[in-house]
């Protein structure tokens, strides 16, 4: 053992050693790589590879360009600049930007922009970061903008209408079962046209919730009138708007430049079209003006001090590289300099439209306008509330988003705990050090834990570490703005619903009611089926049981985001396979059921998430029961045949009985996982309505990615998770061997 | 308590006839045991009587009622099977209690026959014990009183003594008989072990094959074996069997077993009465000698059987006596109280010979 002890430093020095040999030669080279990240694809890839590429050659330097997914972007770009990792530069969304140099992600671009003046003003004025001390600086290069405009159908009809209203001249003459406009109306994003055609905003310049008041209201009520009338798609996201335009079953549609890329069939486009800037509101004469986002090359603190980084960005925004991804991945230029190219009327119309759009506010608060907003609209288009009150509601919830973290509080009591909690653990440990007993012991177990010190290091670097560190991120605010320690406060605030009422939609108390509910009608129904087709496929009479066993196993194959998504679209309200259901009934056996709105009220939408749920974990209880069954000895069986017990009493005086041990811990995990089930809330239901099918999970998620990042704040959610688990698990007597015979 | 009478019995697995048309009838309180080598198709006949398999063809009557499709529970029988099939969930006590449970009986009448059954078998500690905490014994026991508690018409026995270790198994053997001849209900009792099926029978079946091919007390069963199949089947050490042919002698027909030169020879007078068959010199038979239906030939007497004994084995109050008569191995028991050396050369007398058809087994004396 002394040997092998020995090698384990030996080979530790060794790794060491080829690690470094093969790290130096790259440290020993010129000029530092430049490192570009991007979200792009198809097209847009190729014309940025080839534009890195010519500037790599010309100034002799290496460009490393890498993808990194959108969603993933700002994740990594946080935890990477900060250690020195990140990209020189990046290309993103504008409207990030507040929020990254809250965290200090980007620097100003300094000489990477000559000339200002050369970009329109709508893209100048996305970039413009104002300071705390009222100075403006251009904090990213803009390189292309997008916007929502108008597309029209030119079969169905002549040209752009008057005024929005007067889509409704139009609709009479369309084709049964054609929409006069297809628009994103459950989004707050679609929603905005209406809104700024009211004169209204999402946020307002300080900061605060702009989307309440007369506007806000007057546009709710516009939006109501479109879906009420039959004029729009109910409940439309982008991929009915971009299916129903597709299909030519929408005159107009409102949507992005993407539309245009899917219209694009293999021989020219599937429906003939054209682009229009958006139309104005007869009601008030005004244009409908979308938000704007204009994706530019912003620079890493790192990268702005590098003149060649500056130079790259220079010539990623430069005419020529603007003109070529105009004519090759038709990204519309936000230069003046650069006009859309002569014949392509689809990107003129979105240049256009990009004069009259608003860009995005960059302020990190508008992260947070857009959750309540969404709330307000699906429940004025529900017709759950009117528009008042859903923006007043809106307003609340923003709010309550915005507040001001806990205060920060001296981690001197904390640290002194702990200190003290370490003193004595050390204590301890050193009198068990001089004990001479122990010693001994600790002698001959030495071998045993070089055997077993590789499991201990990996479970405490891939367990243990997150563990803690998650539960130390719920003692600080853990915002953007604010990492102040905060001790328990965050803890304090949940547990008080945050100073609202205790059982008011969205407390923590309501919240963990749900989730309770959720998981034992899903366990129990997991239950009562999987143990049902368990006992059914292991009755060796069942033909093709093996055939039966792999269908019924899939469910749980497929991941299960898919099989949320696939559920989610069946429950549609107006084109869902339920609703299909519901019409080929209707229409064979000459009923009059309603299609039903599935996420409108709770018990629906939680009805909706629990069907897709029970589909996704009833497998799991089957293979447990048909492994459980296989152990019951068939003549114990017999012998309760014999002694006169009939099919049902042998089911419940001796197979169930007789599984239970198996289904305990099964029952257990199945509990866990269904307490912790975050794909299937928030993709089916997404807590609609209102946040009420949400559970602790996708609440905590809500807080730490849709809510301003406050972290600690879901941290401590994630922490009370935790708590609860553990106590329940540990009350029911699983994980004392209670679970077995 | 009901007779038994099963007539024209078969049960085909797919393409294997496991039971060939078998007739038995157990009379009333009777304790029958059907015994066999293994894939003789007892045990399927028990399930069958059981009710747990279903029959292809034939009947099965319990005191005249026709129980042949009907199930299990209709049929107002216990068994008891080789592995227990206790219920592991259950306490000892509910075990026991589990039958009459199934019946509806009143909590009074089972907390009653439970407390009987478990003073008659000695279970009373361990009525709160679940199955897994009993010795293998104790388990055994449980699944008696499961049994008897329920008072069936019909008791049935798979093969209940082989998980047992050979002392704990006499044991037992004894306490069945024992509890039998106090509650004499018709008992059918499986087993492949002849010491059990001599000692526990009242009638015995032996089956071969997926037939009987004898019935009887065991007394007769084992004196007058029909077939060379029955007789080599019971006894133990079983019936030597030599090749052989008729000759005449000096007062009717010698039996003579056919051997080489090198030693060894068997020459057994018959009686001219008695037999099964009318027999005649110069036919081939297969003659049969049981290991102790020999004894030393007294001075004087003509030795039917001579050999030299190649190994002998002192089993206590006799010897076990390996030999050859021609190329044909016999085994051989004596009283231990006379010696016989390794390579000794024996005279023995026959007491009784059993004489067999060589193509068709079937005995002829």
């Known amino acids: 053992m002394r040997q092998a002890t020995g090698a384990l430093p030996r080979a530790l020095a060794l790794a060491l050693i080829a690690l470094a040999a093969l790290l130096l030669p790259s440290r020993a080279g010129a000029e530092e790589p430049v490192r570009l990240w991007h979200a792009y694809r198809g097209v847009e890839l190729e014309v940025l590879e080839a534009l890195a590429g010519e500037f790599a050659a010309e100034e002799g330097v290496v460009v490393d360009t890498l993808a990194v997914p959108y969603d993933a972007f700002a994740a990594k770009l946080s935890s990477a600049i900060p250690l020195g990792q990140g990209p020189d530069l990046f290309i993103d969304a504008h409207e990030r930007l507040g929020d990254y140099r809250e965290r200090g992600l980007v620097a100003p671009v300094g000489d990477a922009i000559e000339d200002p003046y050369a970009f329109t003003e709508n893209a100048r004025a996305a970039v413009r970061l104002v300071d705390a001390d009222d100075g403006e600086a251009l904090w990213a290069v803009p390189i292309a903008q997008k916007s929502l405009a108008l597309y029209y159908n030119t079969d169905l009809v002549q040209g752009p209408p008057e005024t929005l209203e007067a889509i409704a001249d139009v609709a009479a003459n369309l084709p049964q079962g054609t929409y006069a406009l297809a628009y994103e109306a459950r989004s707050a994003y679609g929603h905005a046209p209406l809104l700024t055609g009211f004169g209204g905003f999402l946020l307002a310049d300080d900061g605060s919730f702009g989307f309440h008041g007369a506007p806000a209201v007057r546009s709710l009520e516009l939006a109501r009138w479109l879906a009420s009338t039959g004029l729009v798609p109910e409940d439309a996201d982008g991929a009915l708007v971009t299916s129903l335009f597709s299909a030519g079953r929408a005159a107009y549609a409102i949507s992005g430049p993407w539309l245009a890329a899917d219209l694009e069939g293999d021989a020219g486009p599937r429906v003939p079209y054209a682009v229009a800037p958006l139309p104005k509101l007869a009601a008030t004469g005004a244009p409908m003006r979308p938000l704007l986002t204009v994706e530019a090359v912003m620079l890493s603190p790192r990268g702005a001090a590098r003149p060649i980084v500056r130079a790259l960005a220079r010539r990623l925004a430069s005419a020529a590289a603007a003109e070529r991804r105009q004519t090759i991945a038709h990204s519309l230029s936000a230069r003046r300099d650069v006009p859309a190219p002569r014949g392509d009327a689809v990107l003129a119309a979105f240049a256009a439209q990009a004069e009259l759009a608003i860009p995005m506010p960059t302020d990190p608060a508008m992260r947070a306008t857009w959750e309540p907003a969404h709330r307000a609209i699906r429940k004025v288009l529900r017709g759950d509330a009117t528009p008042t009150e859903a923006t007043e509601a809106a307003r609340r919830q923003f709010d309550d988003v915005r507040r001001p973290p806990p205060p920060a509080t001296s981690p001197t009591p904390a640290l002194l705990t702990l200190g003290v909690m370490l003193l004595a653990g050390a204590l301890l440990l050193l009198r068990r050090a001089r004990d001479p007993a122990a010693r001994a012991a600790l002698r001959r177990s030495l071998p045993a834990y070089a055997y077993v010190i590789h499991a201990v290091i990996a479970v405490g670097v891939l367990v243990i570490a997150p563990l803690l560190v998650g539960a130390a991120t719920s003692l600080f605010a853990g915002r953007p703005d604010s990492g102040a320690y905060v001790g328990l406060g965050n803890f304090v605030e949940i547990l008080s619903a945050r100073g609202g009422p205790l059982l008011s939609s969205g407390s923590f108390y309501v919240v963990t009611l749900v989730t309770v509910l959720w998981t034992a009608v899903n366990v129990l129904l997991h239950l009562a089926i999987g143990i049902s087709v368990g006992l059914l496929l292991a009755r060796p009479a069942t033909r093709l049981r093996g055939l039966y066993r792999v269908i019924l196993i899939l469910p749980w194959a497929v991941p299960s985001y898919v099989t949320a998504l696939a559920w989610r679209g069946m429950f549609h309200r107006q084109f869902g396979a339920v609703t299909g259901l519901i019409e080929a009934c209707n229409e064979l056996l000459g009923t009059s059921i309603e299609p039903i709105a599935w996420f409108a009220r709770f018990s629906t939408a939680f009805t909706a998430n629990v069907a897709t749920n029970v589909w996704l974990g009833f497998p799991f209880m089957m293979v447990v029961t048909m492994g459980a069954l296989t152990s019951i000895p068939r003549d114990v069986l017999e012998a309760a045949e014999v002694d006169g017990a009939g099919r049902f009493a042998r089911l419940r005086h001796v197979t169930l009985p007789m599984i239970r041990p198996s289904l305990v811990p099964a029952i257990t995990l199945g509990a866990i996982w269904t307490f912790n089930m975050f794909n299937v809330v928030f993709l089916v239901s997404g807590g609609e309505p209102d946040g009420s099918t949400d559970i602790l999970v996708s609440e905590a998620y809500r807080w730490a990615f849709t809510r301003g990042s406050q972290y600690g704040y879901a941290a401590a959610y994630a922490v009370l998770i935790f708590l609860l688990l553990s106590g329940v698990t540990r009350l029911t007597g699983f994980g004392r061997g209670e679970g077995g015979r | ?365």
């Open chain 2, 1 to 365: 308590m009901v007779a038994v009478e099963i007539r024209g019995l078969e049960k085909r697995f797919g393409e294997t006839l496991v039971l060939r048309g078998v007739d038995l009838e157990i009379p009333d309180g009777a304790f029958a045991v059907l015994v066999g080598p293994s894939g003789c198709g007892k045990s399927t006949l028990l399930r069958l009587i059981a009710g747990l398999e279903e029959a292809t063809a034939g009947s099965i009557r319990f005191g005249g009622r026709e129980v042949t499709t009907l199930a299990p529970r209709e049929r107002d029988i216990a068994m008891v099977f080789q592995s227990y099939a206790l219920y592991p969930h259950l306490s000892v006590r509910d075990n026991l209690a589990f039958g009459l449970k199934m019946r509806g009986e009143a909590k009074a009448t089972i907390a009653r026959r439970v407390d009987e059954v478990a003073k008659m078998l000695g279970l009373g500690e361990l009525l709160d014990r679940k199955p897994a905490a009993l010795s293998g014994g104790q388990r055994q026991r449980v699944a008696m009183g499961r049994a008897i508690a329920r008072r069936p018409a019909l008791f049935l026995f798979d093969e209940p003594l082989s998980n047992l270790d050979a002392a704990l198994r006499a044991q037992v053997r004894v306490d069945i008989r024992r509890q039998h001849d106090r509650l004499h209900a018709t008992s059918v009792y499986v087993t492949h072990d002849q010491v059990e099926a001599m000692t526990l029978a009242d009638v015995m079946f032996v089956l071969n094959r997926g037939r009987v091919e004898q019935r009887g007390t065991p007394a007769e069963v084992y004196r007058r074996p029909a077939t060379q199949f029955v007789a080599g089947f019971l006894g133990s050490p079983a019936m030597n069997f030599l090749e052989g042919v008729l000759e005449p002698g000096d007062e009717g027909l010698v039996a003579r077993a056919v051997t080489g030169d090198d030693g060894g020879s068997l020459q057994v007078p018959l009686p001219a009465e008695g037999l099964d068959a009318p027999l005649a010199a110069g036919g081939r038979v297969t003659i049969g000698v049981r290991p102790h239906d020999v004894r030393p030939a007294a001075q004087g007497e003509a030795p039917h059987l001579t050999c030299a004994a190649s190994l002998v084995e002192l089993l206590g109050p006799e010897l076990q006596i390996h030999a050859r008569v021609g190329e044909a191995p016999i085994t051989l028991c004596t009283p231990a109280d006379r010696a016989i050396a390794r390579g000794e050369r024996l005279r023995l007398c026959v007491d009784r010979v059993h004489l067999f058809d060589p193509s068709s087994g079937v005995s002829l004396w």
